[in-house]
């Protein structure tokens, strides 16, 4: 009997070209999909809850893949962690109703952003974060950002070639937080997210931050609705989709590994 099987996803994507199939590149969807297959001998669509870009990263990433196979679910994710590459993981699985779409039943996600703010560049931080030499003014970021939390058109910040029906979003929370030396996390959560709509709020913060434009500024980018208005596209590599929320039949899938 065909079962639907969800599973929480923990990934390094640099060496990938995004979730989402693409013909000769490499995709998490791919090598998800080719892990399955080789471990139960079905070729099954894998579907995920977010299509993050070339080079993000994912700590909660949700898939769902259906299996005639009998395998007991708690056996799942070492089945497949053994035939995935070393830069993907299955952290845990559960059965969901063979209708279940996890990009449909989300009702909230989380990105965490990583920006290293240190005058010399780190090797040890290449491909994991944005980068910045010059010193970044947080308190006044932290500022800018809170005229962006609530229910606003985003229009401002996103990108060409979004296939959203609508820029209304509600952001949830946005926070800065810097903790430890020159790591700087910026934590974003929404009930959706546009096009490059986390890449683009993030690069217009580093404008704040460093003094090209004025905490005040980002309220009225965000009431202008224009994109040219607003900061630069923060890079792929910082940026990490840490949760995704759904209803209340599939909150043991809330967060990367963690229940």
């Not at 996103?158 to 959203?164: L, P, V």
């Not at 905490?215 to 980018?221: G, Q, S, T």
Request: hydrophobic share 40%; glycine share 8%.
């Amino acid at each position: 009997m065909l079962k639907r099987y969800a599973v929480t996803l923990e990934y390094d994507g640099t060496a990938f070209s995004g979730w989402q199939l693409q013909e000769n590149a490499p995709t998490v969807q791919a090598a998800l999909e080719a892990a399955v297959e080789k471990r139960f001998h079905e070729k099954r669509r894998a579907g995920g809850a977010s299509r993050t870009d070339t080079g993000v990263h994912a700590r909660g990433q949700v898939a769902v893949f259906d299996l005639a196979h009998p395998i007991p679910v708690a056996q799942i994710p070492a089945a497949l962690n053994s035939a995935l590459p070393p830069t993907v993981r299955v952290l845990k699985a559960k059965q969901v109703p063979l209708r279940w779409d996890p990009r449909q039943q989300s009702t909230q996600k989380t990105y965490a952003y990583i920006i290293f703010n240190r005058a010399i560049y780190s090797p040890l931080q290449h491909g994991r974060a944005w980068q910045i030499q010059a010193p970044l003014d947080i308190k006044i970021m932290q500022r800018a950002a809170r005229y962006l939390v609530g229910k606003h058109d985003f229009s401002a910040f996103r990108a060409s070639g979004c296939t959203a029906k609508h820029p209304i979003r509600t952001v949830k929370q946005l926070t800065l937080v810097r903790r430890r030396g020159p790591a700087i996390t910026v934590r974003i959560t929404a009930d959706a997210f546009l096009y490059h709509m986390v890449r683009n709020i993030v690069g217009t913060l580093v404008h704040v931050g460093l003094g090209k434009m004025t905490a005040e500024h980002v309220k009225r980018v965000l009431a202008s609705r224009r994109r040219a208005l607003a900061g630069p596209t923060a890079p792929a590599e910082g940026l990490y989709l840490e949760t995704i929320r759904f209803g209340r039949k599939t909150r043991g899938l809330l967060t990367g590994g963690q229940e």
